[in-house]
């Protein structure tokens, strides 16, 4: 008899009609297989072997670069539980739609069967998805975000219990490209496009859309999150959960190294983008990372910004988009020293500093193992998660929100975190820059009506005994003359401490009508070039800003209509009581 996977792989094949179909071990032999026929191809690069060992450059499609979130679509039986901040489609029109597309899609190519592990390999918090793909740069790529292979397979046995993910790239055209997600199903459906997060399906259609779909129904949290530990100099660890969109430095927060003047203080790296969090036998909530690799941006990326991904991408690992040297390195803006004087851009053409294009494309990226990190936390596979202490929204936003502030409660904290607003990022192929509201940064990847998503994160407070603390963060607030008021990067490691300080009731705040805001006393600026003004200007609470902000909230809300729960309409209704008196 056969198993419900290799029912679906026949079925799958009879469908896409490849030329011949791989089972993934997950072993290494096959890893420098598929390297190797990548590399045959054209698919890859090799780049420089001596300084970086087993690292290759992969150029997707000029136009198939980031998430295309106008083709990325859930399909529920009824239109409202997908939600307004979802496309949607019947799953029958999607079936009937798409399914077409993937008609005789793997002709002439390898089909690739991935099984694969989100989350440590025996926690029980884990989940098991298959990825079919026809791209061996998916294949390769699910090796170093997932627990893939042999280990996927012997847990999932015989079982129909597993996430099935179809992929193929199709003919790459944006014309034929769609990202859908059935969650009622278990399934994901991506074509036409071989980028990252739109078709590494274990990340964000899984670990994201459809996890949080999952979430809901069995009483867990699926959030985009960083997770990391800080350990003070006497010894305390505490784990903070931080919610940032796409491209905001979740990836630079989570490794963060402490400047010299926070001596004694080490940061510990357990997750850069997802959080799968569930509430302990202890009544805690206790947090793991379902992936094994990081997705991190290039651009940007130095050993001042984030010197531990640094040393992590240096061997075995994918680069994609970014500019090749002469000598075979990697390069991309923001990269330390001066730029190369010549170089092959991220579409293959000649470039030179003076070309004014970009070397790399702005969303460049690496995909690396997370067991490489140097500030990887000892704790990163343990099976239960590790326990989380605070909850961080935060946003990049130039005005209104302070640098860092706490909720009065879990529901106001909930409100926090549903009202947040973030500028856009190069992350998503759409205008950059543009202030967008993103929920808990989850806009994009929420696989269900939003409305029941606060509703589901207001009830799970009910259930959490010593529930996080809930703060929003902005790095990003500037000056009226538009410069950034925080140095950001390592520096916030002093934010962080008052936001440990709070856990341990052992830093002190003022009330606003916003929510609890440090006193410029409360945060350490010792060596830093941050005058009492500037601090000032960072903490500062505009009443009449906010007043503003909580019409547009106003508006935001009543897209959902009656899924909007209650309890956040009340809390909108309380700020702005708040702030008129
Ligand atoms: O969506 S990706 O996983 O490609 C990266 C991101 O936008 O967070
Ligand atoms: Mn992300």
């Known amino acids: 008899m056969a198993t419900p996977l290799e029912q679906w792989v026949e079925e799958t094949a009879q469908h896409t009609r490849p030329k011949n179909i791989h089972w993934c071990d997950g072993s290494e032999a096959e890893y420098n297989k598929m390297i190797a026929d990548m590399l045959a191809s054209g698919t890859m690069l090799e780049l420089n072997q001596k300084a970086y060992p087993n690292c290759y450059l992969h150029r997707s499609d000029p136009s198939d670069v980031a998430r295309t979130e106008h083709l990325t679509f859930v399909c529920t039986s009824a239109k409202e539980d997908a939600g307004p901040n979802n496309n949607w489609m019947t799953p029958a029109d999607a079936k009937e739609k798409v399914g077409k597309l993937f008609a ?37 790529s699910m090796r170093i975000m997932t627990r893939m292979g042999k280990a996927a397979l012997d847990r999932l046995g015989a079982s129909g219990n597993f996430v099935k993910g179809l992929h193929s790239l199709g003919d790459l055209s944006p014309e034929r490209r769609f990202i859908i997600h059935f969650p009622e199903e278990r ?13 590494l399906l274990g990340k964000k259609c899984f670990a994201l859309r459809l996890g949080s ?24 660890t505490t784990y903070i959960a931080a919610a940032f969109p796409s491209a905001c430095g979740k990836t630079n927060l989570a490794m963060l190294i402490p400047p010299e003047s926070q001596k004694g203080y080490k940061v510990f790296t357990v997750g850069d983008d997802i959080a799968w969090m569930h509430i302990g036998a202890d009544g805690r909530l206790w947090a793991i990372n379902p992936e094994a690799g990081f997705f991190g941006v290039a651009p940007g990326t130095n050993y001042k910004t984030n010197p531990n991904v640094m040393e992590t991408i240096k061997r075995n690992s994918i680069f994609t988009n970014v500019a090749l040297t002469p000598d075979g390195l990697p390069w991309w803006e923001g990269l330390d020293g001066d730029p190369p004087a010549n170089a092959i851009d991220w579409q293959g053409k000649p470039w030179t500093p003076q070309s004014g294009t970009k070397g790399a494309h702005p969303n460049s990226r690496f995909t690396t193992p997370a ?24 946003g990049r936003r130039a005005k209104l929100v302070p640098l860092v502030y706490q909720s009065f ?5 909930v409100f926090l975190g549903a009202t947040m607003a973030s500028e856009t990022t190069a992350a998503a192929t759409s205008a950059v820059g543009v202030v967008r509201r993103d929920p808990m940064a ?13 509703g589901h994160w207001l009830a799970m407070g009910k259930r959490i005994k010593q529930a996080p603390l809930i703060f929003r963060t902005n790095w990003f607030r500037q000056s009226q003359e538009g410069k950034f008021l925080w140095p950001g990067f390592g520096e916030n490691l002093r934010v962080l401490r008052w936001v440990i300080g709070r856990v341990h009731q052992e830093a002190g705040a003022v009330e606003t009508p916003i929510g609890y805001v440090p006193r410029p006393q409360d ?15 960072l903490l500062a609470v505009d009443r009449e800003g906010w007043i503003e902000a909580s019409h547009g909230q106003r508006e935001f809300l009543d897209k959902f209509g009656d899924r909007m729960p209650r309890e956040i309409w009340q809390e909108n209704e309380a700020l702005e009581q708040r702030l008129k008196r």
């Not at 399934?187 to 078709?199: E, F, K, Q, R, T």
């Not at 500030?375 to 961080?392: K, T």
């Not at 409660?409 to 904290?413: E, P, T």
């Not at 929420?446 to 606060?454: E, L, P, R, V």
Request: glycine residues 12%; proline residues 8%.
């Open 104 to 140: 005789g899609a793997m002709q002439g190519r390898t089909m690739y069967v991935v099984p694969y592990i989100m989350g440590p390999v025996t926690s029980p918090f884990s989940q098991l998805g298959v990825e079919i793909t026809d791209s061996p740069y998916v294949a390769a």
């Open 187 to 199: 399934l994901i459906w991506s074509v036409g496009s071989g980028y990252g997060g739109n078709a």
């Open 213 to 236: 779909f999952m979430a809901r129904e069995e009483g867990w949290l699926a959030e985009h999150c960083l997770i990391l530990g800080i350990e003070e100099p006497s010894g305390r």
């Open 371 to 394: 067991s490489q990190c140097p500030s990887i936390s000892p704790h990163w596979e343990d099976p239960n998660g590790v326990p989380i202490s605070a909850i961080l929204f935060g």
């Open 409 to 413: 409660n879990w529901q106001h904290g």
């Open 442 to 454: 989850m806009l994009p990847f929420c696989g269900y009506n939003m409305g029941d998503y606060f």
């Open 523 to 537: 945060i350490d600026t010792n060596g830093i070039a941050v005058s009492p003004t500037m601090l000032q200007e």
